[in-house]
């Protein structure tokens, strides 16, 4: 895999707006402290990285420091190598980048066409592009509505074929399942995995856990305007220690009193079929080849035999709460 | 320029656009028709005794009219697609943001200027129909340039409201108000000013409240715009104030709002 773009410690410090500061002096307290992203990412060709956080950790900011509107404070940027740190540079950085904001709602006299071909100009490309842009995400037959007569879900394929103008290396797609209907998404499944099957990136941030887990390859997690963990599936359950649970089913008496003598081991009885079915949850690492053997040969004692052995993948979500702390049930977390 | 023209062609047929024409057709052609009329007795002692004073006459119906439609044109072309997440995208694109603001202040500014310099030129034979002569070509070059440079200034001026603006009532707020105080108020502002400085406001017709007044006027684009044209007048009804000051507000106006803009676009946060 070839390294696109990289982001070394890049720092982002948010405004604080002058009413705050206004108001701060005139109370004469000290000034509120001012929210920070702090990230390292390596986006490479052919992945597609889940960017999952809670509301407020600093996902959309960094898509936008990622996609070269916002400028860092700190911190190293790469492109291809090299170091992005002018605006020219930003301009070669953007044009490797497609970026679908967050919920635009385009409105106004314009249709889709014009905003299409607007951004072909822009990109000193055709204006004739826009038409087999708008082809791609299927919105040709609108083409030459105006904007405000657009349904959600059109919108949010407005703004797909956006950020697809110009072919770009890096897609930055931040909720871009918002308002799709189900047929829709399953055809943005299939075109994500498409690109990247041809060596773009795909950085998708969303908060429709179950979706995400669905095509992305590996995550990185946001919390407060950090970066907490990133990488493969595994390696993030791993580093989480969630990658834990075990189901073993089998036949004659049940092993759960003998396994619950480790107190690393944690038993669960479940009602399934055959004369057992336990789900083993270790506290202390996941559950490797060597241990599944070991349990099995400790379980295959007397007449009990171990049928069937399971590992259970966590789901994003519990790999989102783990390292985030969000317990379980309503639990919205303050913004900083 | 291709991405101005494009802009350009959908800004021209928008539904505002479509109602400022018969305005613009009304207040601009219309009062050269009726300024022109060697037969119309206009009110006050106002004299018409020649194309110049015609053009500069029919420069308040363009004062209330063309720069209003600036106004109403540019007050949400950033704090509209700032809100709706358009503007986000636009930024993330390969292309230089002084290029880009560029583009959006010149597309707010010519969607108006085109038109308004094409009823202009009309209005010159509108001239040459009622008097009978052409105005001479430096006089016509110097109204319609200077209306043209008049509403680049309100663009320039909208156009920094509405990067500034973090709703589209507050842009519009802040547009329409600029406009009111250079167009209604601007005098109640320069009688207050003299009045702290001394200067005898009771008589407006006081030599030293008209030098005074010609001084105040450098800082509205308003009256710089009725300067330049007063200019053109027969020699007694020309200002007072020195050429080289009018020609500076003039470069001053062109200048200074087109930096402030373009440095806030530059970094501006969708």
Known sequence: MELLMEMELVQYLYPIPRAVIASAKRRKKSMPKRGVIEASLRIESGSIVGLVGPNGAGKSTLISIMAGILPIQNGIIRS??????????????????????????????????????????????????????????????????RLSSLSQGMRQRLSLGASLIGDPEILLLDEPMNGLDPVAQNAF?????????????????????????????????????????????????????????????????????????????????LDEEGDWCLRLTRHDQTWSQDLRAALIERINVGNTR??????????????????????????????? | MRLLLHDLKVKMVTPRMVILYPLLILFIPGAVWGFSDPNASLPGSIAVDGASTVMFLSSLFILLSATLGVVLVGFDSISRPRLTGELAIELSQPMNRTMLGMNHLFGVWLSVAIPVALLQISSLAIIEHQMGTFPSIMDSFTWIGITALLLLWYASIQMIASSMAQDLGSSVTFGVATWMLFTLMWLLVTVFIATILGVDATNTADPTFIAFQ?????????????????NRLPEASQPTVWDGWIDLAVVCWTTIPIAVFLRRFRNLKP
């Open chain 1, 80 to 145: 291809n190598g090299n170091t992005v740190r002018s605006e020219e540079e930003r301009v070669n950085l953007r044009s490797r980048i497609g970026l679908m904001p967050e919920r635009v709602a385009w409105s106004g006299p314009a249709t889709p066409l014009d905003v299409i071909q607007r951004l072909c100009i822009i990109r000193g490309l055709p204006k004739e592009n826009a038409e087999s842009i708008l082809e791609r995400v299927g919105l040709s037959s609108r083409a030459r509505d």
């Open chain 1, 189 to 269: 499944r299939t075109m994500i995995r498409e690109m990247a099957e041809k060596g773009k990136a795909i950085i998708v941030s969303s908060h429709q856990l179950n979706e995400l887990e669905r095509f992305v390859e590996s995550i990185a997690i946001m919390n407060h305007g950090k970066i907490v963990t990133q990488g493969s599936f595994t390696s993030v359950e791993h580093d989480l220690g969630v990658g834990q649970r075990l189901l073993i089913s089998g036949i004659g008496p049940s092993p759960a009193s003998s396994i619950s003598e480790n107190p690393l081991i944690t038993v669960t009885e």
């Open chain 2, 214 to 230: 010609e001084h105040a006027d450098l800082f509205s684009p308003n009256g710089v715009y009725q300067l330049v044209l007063q």
């Open chain 1, 306 to 336: 171990v049928a069937s052995v399971e590992r259970i993948p966590p789901d994003l979500e519990e790999i989102l709460r783990t390292a985030t702390g969000i317990s379980e049930g309503i639990n919205l977390q303050e913004e900083e």
